[in-house]
């Protein structure tokens, strides 16, 4: 069993930066493959970035590419997401969820646990 806890939500102005943090329960968090995803009102949950059991693999979405990073310390049971250079379009509520498909993975229905969200929100 995995327990998700994210945090490092907020307001900030569009060019601006935020570090998403999550912290994972559980002894066999290093052994599942971790992502991020958001839900804006009215729309539907979807992928924002995501990285392997080992960290060695990342995949992002086209939307946040080249703006997200996301890395996990494994000896600390954390997943964390930079977020640069974020857009009004950045707004939402993110998730930070956990699969036990070790590789990276961007379905939601391959995740097995999810946090409960914290808000980011992007102001023009």
């Known amino acids: 069993q995995v327990q998700l806890v994210e945090s490092g939500g907020g307001l900030v102005q569009a060019g601006g930066s935020l570090r998403l943090s999550c912290a994972a329960s559980?002894?066999?968090?290093?052994?599942?493959?971790m992502g991020w995803f958001r839900q804006a009102p009215g729309k539907e949950r979807e992928f924002v970035a995501a990285?392997?059991?080992?960290?060695?693999?990342?995949y992002y979405s086209d939307s946040v590419k080249g703006r997200f990073t996301i890395s996990r310390d494994n000896a600390e049971n954390m997943v964390y997401l930079q977020m640069n250079s974020l857009k009004p379009e950045d707004t939402a509520v993110y998730y930070c969820?956990?699969?036990?498909?070790?590789?990276?993975?961007?379905?939601?229905?391959?995740?097995?646990?999810w946090g409960q969200g914290t808000q980011v929100t992007v102001s023009s």
């Open positions: 969820a956990g699969s036990s498909i070790r590789e990276i993975t961007t379905t939601t229905l391959r995740y097995n646990y």
């Open positions: 990285i392997s059991w080992s960290g060695g693999g990342t």
């Open positions: 559980g002894r066999t968090f290093s052994s599942y493959a």
